[in-house]
Structures are given as structure tokens and as C-alpha cells.
């Protein structure tokens, strides 16, 4: 007796504490969606699985020297600025919930001030300018507000409504992606989780044609629309319908963001998921040698792992993998983020004073105009900290042009997202039919840091039952994966 007790406690203990490969998972990128892998990898075998735990080991590969991936910040002038993603939306629930969980602190970003002022620029002019409240007092600013919107009424008219309720639909099917196990299956693909969530449609036209649809009116899509677009992925109307949707509900009210950069959302969850973390150390092939895979690094190291999950987009590295996968072509989308602490140059604009230039500069998808968007990230006492997006980098000499003075000046170039399709084409999840997950599949359908996360949870549960049903170490048998959701609950 006492012997099989300490036989079993044995067993025990090589399970937990000598990882075998079979057991390692290895994770490429700690942007937020590597970061919520492991945190739900962590966070559903501890509830879902009696120890051991399927997972013993977690390895991330990182090739900089910080984690966040494209959450990171820019200091400038002392001060300290998002320089990538900056904006969550008060439904983005599993954001919510790290910051709940990581003890951050919440933010209102100074962008989504109802007071500030926005103008459509189309290169030569303000095609309109809302108006800035200076005072205070309430309500003023609440008259301000009023006349504000009553003056895109009689722009736009009845298409304003359309529009809210165009996005409000996409919000609400996007909520399905919080349902519990009972009634949410684990998804093998993008295109099965999009078409059960409703969303699939979306993905198959343009936003400008599904707006259209909506009856939208073509000066509304032309302006307010395409300056929303342009501001959150630097693209015109022609992206789908669904990416659009996204962009759209970036744009209301409620937008938060974490105080002190978003990154430590990854950083936090990182820390509490008991990561191996290997940073400065970039991933250059993944091997798959029949049980294994084999990732070998710029340290010019090698790495077994019995699950691998590449959680960074692929289309603009080179990892070589052996054997070769195939993943649809995709672009990405360059934005070009430059940081300026200065003054704007109201001749540039054709006014005469810089109180006429509006905080937020929208743009009209025009030749003539060198950026998307210029805005105020903060007003100091005698100049201004901005921020501008645009296409193409903006030369030191069109920089003078735009600003009168320039104290400093920061320039970064993001390969920041899809450039967006319709309709879209999606890579799988499961890169080889065995192990190799890819996360930033679902970027195709739009890239925030909430889609990140979603998609990850996704993997982390796929991964998760395709180990419970031994997939990969023997014969594979996806037809019961996602397929009967309460045989998945008793599994996960
Ligand atoms: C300018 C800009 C503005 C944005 N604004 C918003 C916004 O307001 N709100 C919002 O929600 N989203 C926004 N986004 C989108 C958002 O940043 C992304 O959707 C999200 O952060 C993607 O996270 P990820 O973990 O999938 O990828 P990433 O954050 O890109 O993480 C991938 C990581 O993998 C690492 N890596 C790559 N290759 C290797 C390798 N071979 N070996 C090891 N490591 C590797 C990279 O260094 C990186 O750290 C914005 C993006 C940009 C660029
Ligand atoms: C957020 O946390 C709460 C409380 O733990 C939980 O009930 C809820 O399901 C979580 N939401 C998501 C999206 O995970
Ligand atoms: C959008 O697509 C249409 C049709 O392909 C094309 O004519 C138009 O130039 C595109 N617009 C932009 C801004 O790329
Ligand atoms: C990591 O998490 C622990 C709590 O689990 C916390 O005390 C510590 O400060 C965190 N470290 C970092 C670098 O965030
Ligand atoms: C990975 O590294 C191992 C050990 O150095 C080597 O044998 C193998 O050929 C490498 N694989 C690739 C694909 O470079």
C-alpha cells in the first residue's frame, strides 16, 4: 500500500516537475495575444483539468528586449505617450478583466474628450470645424456639445442613426465571444468562429458597400466614415465590412486605456502565468520532426516543445518552417506614427491663428493630403505634444511645413495591421493539422488588442481539447472538436 502510494506520488512529481516535450508549449511573440495564450492555457487547466496539469512547461520567444509587442509607449519631452495601440472600448471585457486582475489603473485618453474639437481637412481646406468649448463651466460645454450636434444633423441627417446602429449590431454579436463553455465552441477555424458569432458577412464586402446597404449616405461614408478609417487603420472605405465595424465603435464614447502604457497588460499576465520568458531571442525555424517541434533561435539555440503557437503575424518575417505551410498572401498596413512636441503651423493650414486649427485633424482620402490625422495628445503651456499618422514617412522638410516649431520629433514606422480586403481571405488556425497554432489568423478579420485576446482564448481552449483527445500522438479526429458543446465542456 504505502508502496503505490509513493509509486503514484512518484509518477506524480515526474509528471509535474520533468517536463518532457510533449508537455511544453512554446509561444512566438508576447504582444497581448502570446501573453493571453499563456494566461488562459494557465487559467483553464487549472480549472478544467485534474493535475497534473496537460501543460508543464510554457516557453515565450521574444526577439526585442521588452514585451507588448505593438502595445508600447514613446517618451517624448520627458513625457510619456502610447505610441501603438492606444484606445479599448468599454466592451472590450477580457481588457476589462486583466486590469481588473493585473491591479492596473484605468485611463480616459484626452481623444475621446466629447469637448474637443475635430475638422475634415481635404488638403487645401476645412471642409468643417466643430466647435472647441474653452469654458469650464458645464454648461456651456453642454451647449457646445448641442450645437455640435446639431450641426452633424444637418450634415449627415438620419445616416448618423444608421450608422450607430450598423455598429451597434456588430458590437453585440461580437459579445457572443464572452459566452460561457456551455454554449460557446471551441473554434478550428476563423471563418467557423466568425459565421457563428454572425459576423462572417461582414468579412465578404466592403465597408463601403455594407454601409451603403445600410443606407447610409454617400457624403457621410465619404467624410466622418473615412476619417474614422483612416485614423484607426490608416485605409479608406474599401476595407471590409467588418474591420470597418470595429474602426466605427473606436470612435464612440467610453474609450479607456491603462495608465502608464497598455503593455502591462501583457507584462502583467505574463508574470502570473509562470512563463519561461527568453527575450532578445527571435525564432528563425520551427522543425516538425513527427512528436516534436524543434525552434531554433538567434542565440543560436534549439527548443523541444510538444505545442507551438505562433502569435505575431507571419507575413513580414521569415521563420522557416519545416515542413512548409501555406497561409493566404497578405499585406500589412504601414503607419507611420511621428511624435511631434511643437506648434502646429496655421499657414500651413491657411488660418491665421493656431486657435483655429481643430485638436483632431480628420482627412479626406485625397492625393493632396501627406497624413491621416494629426492630434492633440496634450496641451502644454506653451506648445503642444501631437501626434500624426500617415501613409508614407513624413519628410523632415513637409514636418516644416506642417509645424512652426519643432522641439522634438519621433518617428516611428509600424507594420500595424492588415491592409484589409472584401471579401477577406483567412489563414487557419492550425497551421500543420497537428500543433502549431496560429493566433494573428484573426487579424485578418480586424486587429485590436481585444480581437488579440479573443483569438487567443480561442487557441488556448483548441489546444487544450486537441490534447485532451490525444490529437497528434495518434490518429487525428478533428470532426468532435468544436462540433457538440457539451461533450467540450465535460472536456475542457
Ligand atoms: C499605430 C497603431 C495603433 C493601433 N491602435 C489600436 C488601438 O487604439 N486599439 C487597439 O485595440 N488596437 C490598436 N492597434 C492594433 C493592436 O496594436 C494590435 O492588434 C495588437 O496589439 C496585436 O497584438 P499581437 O500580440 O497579436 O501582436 P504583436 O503585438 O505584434 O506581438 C507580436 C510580438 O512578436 C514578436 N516577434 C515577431 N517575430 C518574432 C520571432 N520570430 N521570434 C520572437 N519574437 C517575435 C514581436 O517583436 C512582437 O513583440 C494599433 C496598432 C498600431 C500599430
Ligand atoms: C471576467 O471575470 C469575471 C469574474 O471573474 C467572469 O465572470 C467573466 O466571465 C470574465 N469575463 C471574461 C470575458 O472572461
Ligand atoms: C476603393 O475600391 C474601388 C473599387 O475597386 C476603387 O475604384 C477605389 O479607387 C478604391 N478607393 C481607395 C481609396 O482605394
Ligand atoms: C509579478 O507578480 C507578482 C504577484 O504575483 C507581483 O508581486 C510582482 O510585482 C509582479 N512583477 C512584475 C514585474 O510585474
Ligand atoms: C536547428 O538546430 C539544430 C542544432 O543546432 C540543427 O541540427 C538543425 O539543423 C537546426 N535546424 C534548422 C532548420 O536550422
Known amino acids: 500500500m504505502e508502496q503505490r502510494i509513493i509509486a503514484i506520488v512518484f509518477c506524480f512529481l515526474l509528471l509535474q516537475f520533468s517536463p518532457t516535450h510533449s508537455n511544453t508549449v512554446c509561444i512566438i511573440g508576447s504582444g497581448i495575444g502570446g501573453a493571453s495564450v499563456a494566461h488562459f492555457l494557465r487559467q483553464y487547466s487549472a480549472a478544467y483539468h485534474p493535475s497534473p496539469s496537460p501543460i508543464a512547461q510554457i516557453n515565450m520567444f521574444e526577439r526585442k528586449g521588452v514585451v507588448g509587442g505593438r502595445m508600447a509607449t514613446v517618451t517624448i519631452a520627458g513625457e510619456t505617450f502610447e505610441a501603438g495601440a492606444s484606445i479599448l472600448h468599454p466592451k472590450n471585457y477580457h481588457a476589462v478583466n486583466y486590469t481588473k486582475y493585473l491591479d492596473l489603473q484605468l485611463k480616459k485618453p484626452k481623444s475621446s474628450d466629447d469637448s474637443l474639437s475635430l475638422g475634415l481637412w481635404d488638403g487645401h481646406k476645412f471642409v468643417y470645424k466643430t466647435f472647441n468649448s474653452k469654458s469650464k463651466l458645464p454648461i456651456v460645454q453642454r451647449l457646445v456639445s448641442l450645437a455640435n450636434s446639431i450641426m452633424m444633423f444637418l450634415r449627415y441627417g438620419f445616416s448618423l442613426f444608421r450608422m450607430s446602429s450598423f455598429v451597434e449590431v456588430a458590437v453585440n454579436n461580437f459579445l457572443r465571444y464572452y459566452e460561457g463553455f456551455n454554449s460557446r465552441p471551441v473554434f478550428e477555424s476563423v471563418e467557423e468562429m466568425l459565421k457563428w458569432a454572425g459576423l462572417y458577412d461582414l468579412t465578404t464586402q466592403t465597408l463601403g458597400e455594407e454601409l451603403v446597404k445600410a443606407g447610409l449616405s454617400p457624403l457621410l461614408i465619404q467624410e466622418l466614415v473615412t476619417v474614422i478609417t483612416r485614423i484607426n487603420y490608416g485605409q479608406s ?243 468532435r472538436v468544436g462540433r457538440d458543446p457539451s461533450e467540450l465542456h465535460t472536456e475542457l
Not at 465590412?241 to 507584462?267: D, H, P
Not at 512548409?324 to 496655421?346: C, E
Not at 509600424?414 to 472584401?422: G, L
Open 237 to 479: 472605405v474599401n476595407i471590409s465590412g467588418f474591420a470597418g465595424a470595429v474602426s466605427l465603435a473606436g470612435s464612440g464614447g467610453g474609450l479607456w486605456s491603462i495608465e502608464g502604457g497598455n503593455w502591462q497588460m501583457a507584462a502583467g499576465l505574463i508574470n502570473r502565468s509562470d512563463v519561461l520568458l527568453h527575450l532578445h531571442e527571435e525564432i528563425e525555424s520551427v522543425s516538425y520532426l513527427g512528436d516534436v517541434y524543434v525552434l531554433n533561435s538567434t542565440q543560436g539555440k534549439s527548443y523541444n516543445c510538444g505545442v507551438t503557437v505562433v502569435a505575431t503575424p507571419l507575413d513580414e518575417l521569415n521563420i522557416d518552417f519545416n515542413p512548409r505551410i501555406s497561409i493566404p498572401p497578405r499585406k500589412l498596413q504601414h503607419t507611420h506614427a511621428t511624435f511631434v512636441r511643437g506648434l502646429l503651423n496655421p499657414a500651413y493650414f491657411g488660418l491665421n491663428s493656431l486657435s483655429d486649427i481643430p485638436d483632431l485633424v480628420g482627412t479626406k482620402e485625397s492625393h493632396d493630403v501627406p497624413c491621416s490625422s494629426i492630434s492633440i495628445l496634450k496641451k502644454h503651456e506653451n506648445d503642444m505634444t501631437y501626434k500624426v499618422f500617415s501613409r508614407e514617412t513624413m519628410t523632415d522638410a513637409l514636418l516644416d511645413n506642417v509645424f512652426s516649431t519643432r522641439k522634438e520629433t519621433i518617428k516611428i514606422n509600424w507594420a500595424a495591421y492588415p491592409h484589409y480586403h472584401a471579401p477577406e481571405k483567412f489563414a487557419p488556425f492550425i497551421l500543420d493539422n497537428q500543433h502549431l497554432y496560429y493566433v494573428n489568423a484573426f487579424e485578418n478579420a480586424a486587429s485590436t488588442m481585444e480581437t488579440s485576446a479573443v483569438a487567443a482564448e480561442n487557441i488556448a481552449r483548441l489546444i487544450l481539447s486537441r490534447l485532451s483527445q490525444g490529437v497528434g500522438l495518434s490518429s487525428l479526429d478533428l470532426k
